[in-house]
């Protein structure tokens, strides 16, 4: 059984900064891509940013880049998602999710608001 758990939302004002984390457990995510995704009402859920866990790569959403950085900590299993400069429009739940392309595996979500 894999369970992955977020941590982290909350409301922040625009331009400010989060940072979200996911703690994965239940099996080794060794050769694994691990991502977030975002979604809000009425829309599908939308790809931000992937890590591969042992070569570190990174791919951003072009929505998020220059603002997101994903990272991971092998040691304590956990992928990050640091978020700055944030915009009204990146409000959503934020969902941690393995393996990629796709997921298998998501966590429960994480409520990130922002207010002008």
């Known amino acids: 059984q894999v369970l992955l758990v977020e941590s982290g939302g909350g409301l922040v004002q625009a331009g400010g900064s989060l940072r979200l984390s996911c703690v994965a457990s239940g099996r080794t995510f060794s050769q694994y891509v691990m991502g977030w995704f975002r979604q809000t009402p009425g829309k599908e859920r939308e790809f931000v940013a992937s890590?591969?866990?042992?070569?570190?790569?990174?791919y951003y959403a072009d929505s998020v880049k220059g603002r997101f950085t994903i990272s991971r900590d092998k040691a304590k299993s956990t992928v990050y998602l640091q978020m700055s400069s944030l915009k009204l429009e990146d409000t959503a739940v934020y969902y941690c999710?393995?393996?990629?392309?796709?997921?298998?595996?998501w966590g429960q979500g994480t409520q990130v608001t922002v207010s002008s």
């Open positions: 890590i591969g866990w042992s070569d570190g790569i990174t």
């Open positions: 999710a393995g393996p990629m392309p796709r997921p298998d595996y």
